[in-house]
């Protein structure tokens, strides 16, 4: 894969808003199911996907920007391009026709194992090699790494809009057949992920995890905004001038608001505590109220025709 950050489209430096604000874009771009005839933008989400999971790994970030991993998560080699192949001269490397290794530096001496070795492998206390004193290696030269864990499996989550504000527990089924009820956390947003430790392939140090997407879906009627959640709120005149106590939704059930007489289109009014929860509180639900008038009615029509309003509403923009 390439390298992650040119994937998403941006710096090194970049913050985890800047990478979540890229991907998201990019994500609504290649989405599958707004791509179901088109297989190449179903591949660059998948990519573009992997590459959002790197980065938003602290330590798999780090670990890419060390050089330690490539951007699909597997690791580099470790001795990179130590020997330089079959290169001969001065510069040390393989000579094909002299037998053996030349370590370069114009010498005719036998070179010192133990200092290029140290070298690519560590100090070493007592010098020489087996870890004794005048002969063998001190780092440890000959371990062997310690197995690999499985891979991590992806999965994406669509929760739906009011499910993820009332953080209502969601299942998700895994690719083993089993299920799982996942507690949705405060903050939740689309983009955000969940690890199921030990949920992932299986491999000789253990099982991978599995890295868990959130996908929040739109809603029909309401709209996010940070915590909070708005709606436009349809009411009669009637109830606009004499005032009202009327039913609103919210994502837990419809509650009793009070409108005030004389109320207009464009006043917003508020439900406490019927947003998100979010990391230092919940938000509220902004209730936007929208005068409905209906279309011929004859005793609105005949009232307007004998009704002379005062005022000027158009006043404060000066016309």
């Not at 001795?79 to 030349?102: I, V, Y």
């Not at 036998?110 to 560590?122: C, H, R, S, Y």
């Not at 089993?178 to 030990?198: C, E, F, H, S």
């Amino acid at each position: 894969m390439a390298d992650p950050y040119s994937t998403l489209g941006v710096s090194r430096g970049a913050s985890e808003d800047e990478v979540k604000k890229a991907y998201r874009k990019l994500a609504k771009e290649l989405h599958p199911d707004r791509n179901k005839d088109n297989p190449k933008a179903a591949e660059r989400f998948s990519i573009v996907t992997q590459a959002y999971d790197l980065l938003m790994d602290k330590d798999k970030r780090a670990r890419f920007d060390r050089g330690e991993i490539e951007g699909e998560g597997n690791p580099t080699s470790p001795c990179g391009a130590g020997f330089g192949g079959a290169r001969g001269g001065p510069q040390g490397g393989f000579r094909p026709g002299g037998g053996g290794f030349d370590f370069g530096g114009g010498g005719g001496g036998e070179p010192d194992m133990g200092d290029i070795f140290e070298g690519l492998f560590g100090g070493r206390p007592g010098g020489g090699f087996g870890g004794q004193q005048g002969g063998g290696f001190s780092s440890g030269f000959g371990r062997r790494p310690p197995p690999a864990k499985g891979a991590n499996i992806a999965y994406r989550l669509r929760v739906p809009f009011e499910d993820a504000a009332a953080l209502k527990p969601q299942r998700i089924q895994l690719r083993d057949g089993g299920t799982i009820d996942l507690k949705l956390p405060k903050g939740v947003d689309t983009g955000t992920q969940m690890r199921l430790a030990g949920k992932g392939d299986a491999g000789p140090g253990g099982n991978g995890d599995a890295i868990v997407t959130i996908e929040i879906e739109p809603h029909r009627f309401y709209s996010r905004d940070g915590d909070n959640i708005r709606l436009d709120l349809p009411i009669t005149l009637k109830e606009a001038v004499e005032g009202a106590s009327v039913r609103v939704p919210t994502p837990e059930g419809a509650v009793m608001l009070t409108v005030p007489k004389g109320a207009s289109s464009g006043m917003t009014l508020r439900l406490k505590g019927r947003g998100f929860h979010g990391k230092a509180g919940r938000g509220d639900q902004l209730v936007t109220l929208m005068v409905d008038l209906p279309k011929d009615d004859a005793q609105l029509a005949e009232f307007v025709a004998q009704w002379t309003p005062s005022g000027n509403p158009r006043a404060p923009l000066g016309v």
